[in-house]
């Protein structure tokens, strides 16, 4: 039986098994993204259950953290001790049935549970096996721990904002944990093509901190492409200037970059001439005035509201938008038009029915469709199911999941 038949899913990975052994935020970004492209991503958690259920802000139910809800939605979870015979001989069940493997255990860790390709695809050839891990085997810093805020300073992240700034900080939100989730999302999905092509599995490798060096060097070598003393960092991002424009109510965020683009700006604001000014006749020369060409920006839109403003350019065809805060980015139209935050009713522990506000889907599959948006699992919540569709009989179940409650205790 297939795992879109056991799951009822949609989705263009209806029928994938996901194994997800990863806690915290890079492992379950990534297998969210495939929980939401239909696969049946099966959260295995250890007995004291995955950190973020405790980490994420304070839950209106136990172990139901925000964060792990929105991070862990459209997935079903069991508790399994990986170190006891009862875990393994679990674990060894579901390999057999699964196409994907997803982990941030260290080598050492999964060498000693038994989890590394070699051990699984012994019992399935199938399997696509990835590990995220702070830093890719061969160098010096292989195997050691990594967090976001590890990998955002070492990779270049925090150098940026000290551009700046003037300053290293952090972005305020786990930057590298979310880029590096995506890239392995597509990773598997590459790997799972490349399977249909070969009939095999593989190992995949996904590196925090490679990953981010690349994302922030790919934005700013610059000139130091060719030359070893070159100037590093795009001028039109790594200045103080680049940031939302003060209007005269608030903010607005006005991208103007090809020449028709500024030609169409300059109309809106009432300087034409500013068409024939030798600083800004191309795209070559706004980026040697960079400067000077965001000082017009930010002078002009001090002029109106934004309302005025968004309203003027996008009759020019100049991209604006307003600015959002956190709170007023909850009433944006479009993002409640598209469904992508609306409100959703959980039942609390009296099962009693509340509100709370649930993020959905914000992609979508013409011919596939996308599976039904169900909230995070409760710990341990699917583990008889589970076990049903691994073959194990009633007593089993109980011997199990016994074993599991007592771990857990």
């Known amino acids: 039986m297939s795992t879109a038949t056991v799951t009822g899913m949609r989705?263009?990975?209806?029928?994938?098994?996901?194994?997800?052994t990863t806690g915290v935020v890079v492992g379950p970004v990534a297998t969210l993204i495939l929980a939401e492209q239909g696969a049946d991503v099966i959260k295995i958690e250890p007995p004291e259950g995955d950190l973020m259920r405790r980490l994420g802000g304070r839950p209106r139910k136990p172990g139901m953290s925000p964060k792990f809800l929105h991070f862990n939605?459209?997935?079903?979870?069991?508790?399994?001790?990986?170190?006891?015979?009862?875990?393994?001989?679990?674990?060894?069940?579901?390999?057999?049935?699964?196409?994907v493997f997803v982990s941030n255990m260290r080598p050492r860790a999964l060498q000693s549970l038994?989890?590394?390709?070699?051990?699984?695809?012994?019992?399935?050839?199938r399997i696509v096996h990835c590990t995220?891990?702070?830093?890719?085997?061969g160098g010096p810093y292989a195997g050691a721990p990594a967090y976001d805020t590890i990998i955002q300073g070492l990779s270049g992240v925090a150098a940026c904002h000290a551009e700046v700034l003037g300053e290293p900080r952090f972005a305020p939100f786990v930057l590298t944990d979310h880029l590096v989730g995506i890239v392995a999302a597509q990773a598997i999905c590459a790997a799972l093509?490349?399977?249909?092509?070969?009939?095999?599995?593989?190992?995949?490798?996904?590196?925090?901190?490679?990953?981010?060096?690349?994302f922030v060097l790919s934005e700013h070598l610059d000139q130091r492409t060719f030359e070893p003393d070159g100037h590093m960092?795009?001028?039109?991002?790594m200045t103080p200037d680049a940031r939302p424009l003060q209007t005269s109510d608030g903010y607005i965020c006005v991208s103007a970059n090809t020449d028709v683009q500024a030609r169409a700006f300059f109309d809106a604001i009432g300087r034409p001439e500013l068409k024939n000014d030798p600083r800004f006749t191309s795209v070559t020369a706004r980026l040697a005035h960079v400067r000077d060409y965001f000082a017009v920006r930010a002078e002009a839109?001090?002029?109106?509201?934004?309302?005025?403003?968004?309203?003027?350019?996008?009759?020019?065809?100049?991209?604006?938008?307003?600015?959002h805060t956190l709170q007023t980015l909850l009433d944006d139209p479009q993002?409640?038009?598209?469904?992508?935050?609306?409100e959703e009713i959980q039942k609390n522990d009296d099962d009693q029915e509340e509100t709370m506000l649930g993020l959905r889907h914000p992609n979508r599959y013409s011919n596939t469709g996308v599976p039904e948006s169900r909230l995070a699992p409760r710990f341990g919540e699917h583990g008889d199911a589970i076990l049903a569709e691994l073959g194990f009989g009633p007593e089993d179940r109980r011997r199990l999941s016994g074993r599991a409650a007592d771990a857990a205790e």
Request: glycine share 10%.
């Open 301 to 323: 839109m001090l002029t109106r509201t934004t309302a005025e403003w968004v309203e003027i350019l996008r009759r020019h065809d100049v991209p604006a938008m307003p600015y």
């Open 193 to 214: 093509l490349g399977r249909e092509r070969t009939g095999v599995g593989e190992a995949i490798e996904v590196p925090m901190f490679e990953n981010a060096a690349a």
């Open 132 to 137: 995220i891990s702070g830093f890719a085997l």
């Open 11 to 20: 989705g263009p990975l209806a029928g994938i098994r996901v194994l997800d």
């Open 114 to 125: 038994g989890l590394t390709f070699a051990a699984m695809a012994a019992v399935n050839p």
């Open 73 to 99: 939605r459209n997935k079903r979870s069991i508790a399994l001790d990986l170190k006891s015979a009862e875990g393994r001989e679990v674990m060894q069940r579901l390999v057999a049935t699964a196409d």
């Open 335 to 342: 993002l409640r038009g598209s469904g992508v935050l609306t």
């Open 233 to 237: 960092g795009d001028p039109r991002i």
